[in-house]
């Protein structure tokens, strides 16, 4: 296994539409997601697309609690219209984080690391993090998404402004 070097913004890789996974049980697609789910352990994130380690395969992996999932080929469908803002970060722009409006119910299906069809839902958090994911297999940062570019900011300078605003500050 090995930790993949994660592509940040302004590569190509991450900028064009990733193309559909034609064998999941390929071995060089069993590979690619142990290394994908080493790098990500790594990095402390949450999710991780394939074109976010120079791979522009449609492949995704996310964390819902202590589990790891991986889906191929997704398809993301909202379950209703109802959204919400939350504070996003990405491992392909470190250091940044911002509010994104993304739906709050949505139903999946795609492809596991067995080539089977696999579906689900997932609401809150969990929704939040496929979407993202999902987004990275076309091209799209969570930068694209946001309505309000006052409420982007530097990781460290928004957990200061924070904990000034909680009084911990002195």
């Given at each position: 296994?090995?930790?993949?070097?994660?592509?940040?913004?302004?590569?190509?890789?991450?900028?064009?539409?990733?193309?559909?996974?034609?064998?999941?049980?390929?071995?060089d697609?069993?590979?690619?997601?142990?290394?994908?789910?080493?790098?990500?352990?790594?990095?402390?994130g949450?999710?991780?697309?394939?074109?976010?380690?120079?791979?522009?395969?449609r492949?995704?992996?996310?964390?819902?609690?202590?589990a790891?999932?991986?889906?191929?080929?997704?398809?993301?469908?909202p379950?209703?219209d109802?959204?919400?803002?939350?504070?996003?970060?990405?491992?392909?722009?470190?250091?940044?984080?911002?509010?994104?409006?993304?739906?709050?119910r949505?139903a999946?299906?795609?492809q596991?690391?067995?080539?089977?069809?696999?579906?689900?839902?997932?609401?809150?958090?969990?929704?939040?993090?496929?979407?993202?994911?999902?987004?990275?297999?076309?091209?799209?940062?969570?930068?694209?998404?946001?309505?309000?570019?006052?409420?982007?900011?530097?990781?460290?300078?928004?957990?200061?402004?924070?904990?000034?605003?909680?009084?911990?500050?002195?």
């Amino acid at each position: 296994m090995a930790i993949l070097k994660i592509a940040r913004m302004g590569h190509p890789v991450l900028l064009g539409e990733a193309a559909p996974v034609p064998d999941p049980t390929a071995p060089d697609m069993r590979r690619l997601v142990r290394d994908m789910a080493e790098t990500l352990a790594d990095a402390g994130g949450v999710g991780l697309a394939a074109p976010q380690v120079h791979v522009p395969l449609r492949l995704f992996l996310w964390r819902d609690g202590p589990a790891l999932n991986v889906l191929f080929n997704p398809e993301l469908t909202p379950l209703d219209d109802a959204m919400e803002l939350g504070w996003e970060g990405c491992l392909s722009i470190p250091g940044l984080r911002g509010q994104v409006p993304r739906f709050t119910r949505l139903a999946w299906s795609g492809q596991d690391a067995e080539g089977n069809r696999v579906t689900g839902e997932a609401e809150g958090f969990a929704a939040r993090v496929l979407q993202h994911e999902n987004d990275h297999l076309y091209g799209i940062f969570y930068l694209m998404r946001m309505e309000d570019l006052s409420m982007l900011g530097f990781t460290e300078e928004l957990a200061r402004a924070a904990e000034a605003t909680r009084g911990d500050a002195p």
